[in-house]
Nanobody, 118 residues
């Protein structure tokens, strides 16, 4: 299977970014897809997940600012990030799971860097 993230970059506080995760090699609509982030020197943090049903959940730290979605025609996962804050700075990974969770890192993509700074 393959997970390839893109869309990261440098953005000012209050700005927006949309991350994408192109996937292949597994049944995209039958698994939970999660976004996990890791800031330098910190452990991984679960950000958001979407269930096979399409239901979604968010960490309290991003609730109301981030929106997870998926395109089942192209097997692509998205994370729309609005009102970004410096504490959102991290390497963002999409990850295959069986729940809203941080799976083992063998199920993560390589990540895309998001830096929020003025």
């Amino acid at each position: 299977y393959q997970l390839v993230e893109s869309g990261g970059g440098l953005v000012q506080p209050g700005g927006s970014l949309t991350l994408s995760c192109a996937t292949s090699g597994f049944p995209f609509t039958l698994v939970y897809m999660n976004w996990v982030r890791q800031a330098p020197g910190k452990g991984p943090e679960w950000v958001s997940g979407i269930a096979p049903t399409g239901d979604s959940r968010y960490a309290d730290s991003v609730q109301g600012r981030f929106t997870i979605s998926r395109d089942t025609a192209t097997n692509t996962l998205y994370l729309q990030m609005d009102d970004l804050k410096p504490e959102d700075t991290a390497l963002y990974h999409c990850a295959i799971g069986v729940w809203y969770e941080i799976p083992g890192n063998e199920f993560w993509g390589q990540g895309t860097q998001v830096t929020v700074s003025s």
